[in-house]
C-alpha cells in the first residue's frame, strides 16, 4: 500500500513509524527544507519537499497512485484544497482530512472527501469523558434503518441503577448493552446476573430517538 502524508509533525512521525513497520510505502510532503531533511535522516528519502496546494509538487510525490492520502496540516483552507486536488485529478482511493474548526466539515464531506477527523468534536469528548457525569459519548453511527448508534455513558453515584442486576434494566425497545467497563478498567461481559456499581462505564447499543429517553432512565 502506498501511503502520502502532508507535513512533518509528531503525528507523521507516528504515522511513519506504523506503517513502515507493516512495510507500507510512505511518502511525506513538507514546504520546509530543513524538516524534510530531519525526516530523511529518520526513514531515508521519504520526504518530498515542496508545497501541497501545487498539483506538480502532488505529482511528483505519486499521488496519482497514492491508496491512503492523510492531509494533517494546521490550516483548514489548505487541508480542503490539498483533499480537492488529490481527488479530483489524481483520483485517490481514500483521503483522511484533519479539520482542526468544525465550520469545515460539512465542506469536506460535500465534495467528497472519505474521511474527516475533527480536532474540536476529538477534545470535547475527551473532556466529556473525564468530567461529565453521565453525560454520553458517541462510539459510532451505524448505517441501519432506523438509525442506531452505539453510546459510551459513565454511571455516577446517584444512578438509580446502581446495584440492579443487567436483567433489571429495562432500556428502550431496541436498545441493550453490550458492554460493561468497570472502574478499574477491567472490561466485563453484561450476562444478566452482572451488577451495576458507580462508576462503572456502560457501550449501549440504541435507536438514536431512544437517547434522551435512555438517558433519563439512566440518570
Known sequence: MYVIVIGVT???QKLVEWYSE????VTVIEKDIEKCHYFDQLFGPICQNGDACDPEIQSLAGMDRADILIVATKSDKDNFLIGMIAKSKYNVKKTINLANDSNYIKAFSYFGIDTVINIESMILRSIEQET???APW???ELNTNPKKIILGVRIDSYSK???KSIKDIILPNHSSIILLIRA???T???TEHKTIH???ELLILTEEKNKNIMLEYLS
Open 184 to 186: 478499574n478498567g477491567i
Open 10 to 12: 509528531n503525528l507523521t
Open 161 to 163: 441503577i446502581i446495584g
Open 22 to 25: 507493516y512495510e507500507h510505502e
Open 138 to 140: 458517541s462510539i459510532t
Open 132 to 134: 461529565s457525569i453521565l
Open 188 to 190: 466485563d461481559t453484561p
Open 198 to 200: 458507580s462508576d462503572d
